[in-house]
């Protein structure tokens, strides 16, 4: 069992920027890939961003790219997300998922483990 706990979202304007933390419980953290997905009111769940396991890949949906980065401290259980120059389409709860093993998943059905989300709100 993983416990995944995120933190670090807020209201920021247009162009801000945050950093969202995912905090892992268990030994095993270093065994998932991990990644961060989004929900807009109304909207379906996107992929926004996965590491693999040794964090030597990483991958991003192509709205975030060169906005967003995703990293991670196997050492701490942490994943991290910056999200930079902001824009209000990103508004929503951001979710933090784990999936066993070596492939890096972009779909929310290939994630073993949730987080609760947390909200992230940009106005313009």
């Known amino acids: 069992q993983v416990q995944l706990v995120e933190s670090g979202g807020g209201s920021v304007q247009a162009g801000g920027s945050l950093r969202l933390s995912c905090a892992a419980s268990?030994?095993?953290?270093?065994?998932?890939?991990m990644g961060w997905f989004r929900q807009a009111p109304g909207k379906e769940r996107e992929f926004v961003a996965a590491?693999?396991?040794?964090?030597?890949?990483?991958t991003y949906a192509d709205s975030v790219k060169g906005r967003f980065a995703i990293s991670r401290v196997n050492a701490k259980n942490t994943v991290f997300l910056q999200l930079n120059n902001l824009k209000p389409e990103d508004t929503a709860v951001y979710y933090c998922?784990?999936?066993?093993?070596?492939?890096?998943?972009?779909?929310?059905?290939?994630?073993?483990?949730w987080g609760r989300g947390t909200q992230v709100t940009v106005s313009s």
């Open positions: 268990g030994r095993t953290f270093s065994s998932y890939a």
């Open positions: 590491i693999s396991w040794s964090g030597s890949t990483t």
């Open positions: 998922a784990a999936a066993m093993g070596i492939v890096v998943p972009t779909t929310s059905v290939r994630y073993d483990y």
